[in-house]
Nanobody
Framework: QVQLVESGGGLVKAGGSLRVSCAAS????????MGWYRQAPGKQRELVAI???????NYDDSVKGRFTISRDVAKSTVYLQMNSLKPEDTAVYYC???????????WGQGTQVTVSS
């Protein structure tokens, strides 16, 4: 099994920056892709960014140019650097990890990010 713990959320003013972190433990040697999702009140959970073990990234259009996902494989940790934050970025941010053989997905409990106008 894989356990994921997010940290770094909080309150920030519009235009500000925040970095959230996700530390994985357990069966970390089998983790393939990792990613960040978010869920705002009344909305579906949506993909923010993903990063492969090799460092290939993909972003949702709403965060391209503002957010950067990175990964330290040795530390089993993934980060999301969030710049130029907007009130619409307010959500609970969840870390996700994928393992293969067979394919399984794991989720953290989330960390709240609130952006004030």
């Amino acid at each position: 099994q894989v356990q994921l713990v997010e940290s770094g959320g909080g309150l920030v003013k519009a235009g500000g920056s925040l970095r959230v972190s996700c530390a994985a433990s357990g069966y970390v040697s089998s983790i393939n892709d990792m990613g960040w999702y978010r869920q705002a009140p009344g909305k579906q959970r949506e993909l923010v960014a993903i990063i492969t073990r090799a460092g290939i990234t993909n972003y949702d259009d709403s965060v391209k140019g503002r957010f950067t996902i990175s990964r330290d494989v040795a530390k089993s940790t993934v980060y999301l650097q969030m710049n130029s934050l907007k009130p619409e970025d307010t959500a609970v941010y969840y870390c996700n990890a994928e393992i293969l053989f067979p394919r399984r997905l794991f989720w953290g409990q989330g960390t709240q990010v609130t952006v004030s106008s």
